[in-house]
Every structure is written in structure tokens, then in C-alpha cells.
């Protein structure tokens, strides 16, 4: 394979082959899925590790016996990866849970015993409504006081100097995403992370559509918390969460008496998804696989560092193919984007793209484009403040073009072939 830096691109068939979904077919044509966003397709080695955990190793956790041993040698050696993966310290850091959304409503519903009337959350119009809503019930059942940043509206980036003004000595807890699920927006976490660190709070960031497209690095980022879910990074339906030694210690999480006090095992409630964890020590395996070839991190580097080679050169390639997926729908009439445009500002975004076609809902393009084979998403997906903050819920959102490392312009090309016929009213 060749240098990885420069050649994600020139190693795509390869690197396609380890992804069986990918060999699926619509008529002639590949099928192409742009709705990673959604959730990506998974490499063989997560299909093989999931198969092999439940043939083998399928047992609940801390029995006396051999296969209990198994599975609980797999859980903790992907506790490991995934602390690698994220830049955390130590395995005790990150928890497993069912997804996102669960983890979040967990962890936000802890802190909250902490809290009391008059405290502060700052949320923002930007995010996915899972870092949203569990902060709002809040609301509701502490008397906590929701603080809003709104976005700009000519680029979709969040207005930073309205957070500098809705943060206070009462601010407890600022709540984030990295990157923006439809637009694509990535936001300057290292910079809300030190102004909320500065106003005495917390952060609790969502890298859930930010994991499959760059380096995550926790330690780095200084942020308190950071959720994602491993679905949207090449892995099985998952949620991971990040948290910082002492708040995951300090904190009393929503548990059964018999569970472990200490992290993570007190953010781990009932019994964990052993072939989805095995499952995703799998894609571990590939995204090392892909950090340490030719021109990556090289055979001797340490797993984290191949990670960090493999996201920054999926980052490198996927600027690649949001050029290319600018410029083809930037060509078709009636088609009009939104969120970060100017090429020159493509490292504040990731290849995610929202837009509308004049004459044509939102759903009627999504339906068209998966008449012909290509998977998009419709709607707000989820992304339920932005939506309303554009004004565009009553007329069914944007259609959502998500593009992830294992596409290729070849597909862009179609998708823009396709879009043209459709706004052709074809
Ligand atoms: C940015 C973002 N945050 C949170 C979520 C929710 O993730 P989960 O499905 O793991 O709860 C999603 C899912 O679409 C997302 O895109």
C-alpha cells in the first residue's frame, strides 16, 4: 500500500476490500452509502470479532469458569484500545454503555443530583438534540437555569462571543459538540474547553459525528467528559463515554448496590454488549491496521499513535472529497448548501453536507437518490435546534450527504449525475 500521508486515496480499492458491505450492488453500480452519518459500514475484522466472540467466549462477566475469563479479557483489552483511541490516561476513564443518547441521559441525570436551583448549563443550537434535551430536564427537575449559544446563521458556526456572555459563576456544566451532524461544522472545543474551564465549569462534549473523521485527544482537549458512539466509527451500535478520573470517581452514578463503586464499572449499568465490545476491538484492529502501513505510523509506533496516523490521514483525504462534493453540488441548479463553504476554511469542517433543491422536498430527493442506489438522509436528524433556528422544520429539513473515508469521488460523480436529473424533474 503506499504512503499512507499522502495515499488514503491511492489505497482506496484496498482499503475498500476490507469493508464487506461495500461489494453490495444496486444494478451495476456499487451501492454507495453517504449516510455515515447514520451510522458508518463495518470492516471484516469487526463482523469476524463479533461472530467469534459469541462462538466462543459468550458469558456474562466474573464467573469462575473459563469462558467468563474470556469475555471479561476482551472487555478490559478494549477498554485499553479505547482509551487509546481517545488519548484517555488510563482504561478507567472510558465506559461502555448503549449509545450516545443512554450514556448521556445517565451521566447528565448524576450531575444534576449535584446541582440546585439557580446553577447554569450552557447548551448550544448547534448540537445533536442527545446533548441537548438531557441537559433541559434538568430544567425540570433541579430548577437548573438553561443558557443558549446561538450559531450564525451565514456559515453554521457557533457564536462564540455569546458564549463568553451567557457564562457565569454559575455556570456548572457546558455542554458541546465537536462536530455538527449536519452541517459539518467543527467547532474550536480546545478554546470553549478553556473558556469554560475559566468560568468554574464543566464540559461535556458530543464527538459522536466527529469520531469517524479526525484524531480525538482527550487529554489534549482538556474537556471533562466526551461521548461517541462506535456505530458512527466503523465499529458495532455502541456508545462510548470519556470521562476525567476524578469526575468519573466523584460523581455518584445511577447504579445497583452490587455494582462496582469505582469507574468504570459504576457507568457500566447491567450487563455490557460483550459481542459489540469484542466487535469493536475488531475495528481497533483495522483503523491500527490503517495507522501503521507504509508512510503511517510505522511497525514500531505504540497502537495510540497509529490511531492518531490513521485519523489524521483519513482527515488529509476526506478534505479531498469535500472539494470534490463542494464543487459538484455547488454545479446544480436550485441546490443550495449551507454551513461552511470557502475551501480555505475546510479544516473548521468535516465532509458532511446539508442542503435543499428548489421544488423538491427534502424526502422526495432522499427517495430519488435511494431509487438510484445512493443512501442519503432527510429530515433534522435529530439536529432539532438547527433546523428550527433556519426556519426550515415545517418544510422537512435538508437532505444530509455524509461522506466517510471508504467513499470516492467516483460516487460523488454519480451523486451529482443523479441530483441533476432530479432537479431536471426527472
Ligand atoms: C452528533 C451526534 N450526537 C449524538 C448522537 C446520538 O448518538 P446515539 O445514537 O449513539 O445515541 C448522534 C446520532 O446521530 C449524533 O450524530
Known amino acids: 500500500m503506499k504512503g499512507l500521508m499522502s495515499g488514503i486515496d491511492a ?55 473459563e469462558t467468563s475469563r474470556e469475555s471479561d479479557e476482551i472487555l478490559a483489552r478494549a477498554h485499553d484500545a479505547a482509551a487509546d483511541y481517545l488519548g484517555a490516561g488510563s482504561a478507567s476513564e472510558v465506559a461502555f454503555g448503549q449509545n450516545m443518547t443512554t450514556i448521556t441521559f445517565a451521566v447528565s441525570r448524576a450531575i ?28 425540570e427537575e433541579r430548577g437548573v437555569a438553561i443558557r443558549w449559544v446561538e450559531i450564525r446563521q451565514e456559515d453554521c458556526t457557533l457564536d462564540l462571543d455569546g458564549l ?38 464543566m464540559t461535556y462534549v458530543d464527538a459522536v459525528h466527529a469520531a469517524p473523521h479526525m484524531p480525538i485527544d482527550v487529554t489534549a482537549l482538556d474537556t471533562d467528559f466526551l461521548v461517541c458512539s462506535p456505530y458512527k466509527f466503523f465499529g458495532p451500535h455502541l456508545g462510548l463515554l470519556y470521562g476525567k478520573r476524578e469526575r468519573l470517581e466523584q460523581i455518584a452514578s445511577y447504579k445497583v448496590r452490587p455494582a462496582p463503586d469505582d469507574a468504570p464499572g459504576k457507568w457500566e449499568t447491567g450487563t455490557l ?47 479531498g472529497l469535500a472539494l470534490t462534493a463542494l464543487e459538484t453540488m455547488s454545479r446544480i441548479p436550485g441546490l443550495h448548501l449551507r454551513g461552511i463553504l470557502d475551501p480555505a476554511r475546510f479544516d473548521e469542517r468535516v465532509p458532511t453536507f446539508a442542503f435543499t433543491l428548489d421544488g423538491h422536498s427534502p424526502r422526495e430527493v432522499a427517495e430519488k437518490l435511494g431509487e438510484r442506489g445512493i443512501a442519503v438522509w432527510d429530515g433534522d436528524y435529530y439536529a432539532y435546534e438547527l433546523i428550527r433556528a433556519m426556519g426550515l422544520a415545517e418544510t422537512g429539513g435538508m437532505v444530509r450527504v455524509g461522506l466517510a473515508h471508504y467513499n470516492t469521488p467516483e460516487e460523488i460523480e454519480r451523486l451529482g449525475r443523479a441530483l441533476r436529473e432530479i432537479a431536471a424533474g426527472n
Open 11 to 65: 489505497a482506496r480499492d484496498r482499503i475498500r476490500s476490507e469493508f464487506p458491505a461495500l461489494s453490495r450492488l444496486h444494478g451495476d453500480l456499487p451501492y454507495s452509502y453517504l449516510d455515515g452519518p447514520g451510522g458508518t459500514q463495518v470492516p471484516r475484522r469487526t463482523i469476524d470479532a463479533i461472530a467469534r466472540y459469541l462462538e466462543r467466549s459468550n458469558a456474562n462477566h466474573e464467573g469462575a469458569f
Open 112 to 139: 444534576g443530583r449535584t446541582l440546585h436551583a439557580g446553577d447554569e448549563i450552557v447548551v448550544t443550537r448547534l448540537d445533536h438534540d442527545a446533548n441537548v434535551a438531557p441537559w433541559l430536564a434538568l430544567q
Open 164 to 201: 463568553e456572555a451567557v457564562l457565569g459563576p454559575r455556570t456548572r456544566v457546558v455542554a458541546v459538540g465537536l462536530a455538527s451532524n449536519a452541517v459539518g461544522t467543527v467547532n474550536p472545543i480546545p478554546r470553549i474547553v478553556e473558556m469554560a474551564h475559566a468560568a468554574g465549569a
Open 273 to 319: 454488549p460483550g459481542e459489540s465490545i469484542a466487535g469493536l476491538l475488531g475495528t481497533f484492529d483495522y483503523l491500527e491496521w490503517l495507522g501503521r502501513v507504509p508512510g503511517g505510523a510505522g511497525d514500531g509506533a505504540k497502537r495510540r499513535e497509529a490511531f492518531a496516523a490513521a485519523m489524521t490521514a483519513i482527515r488529509a483525504s476526506e478534505r
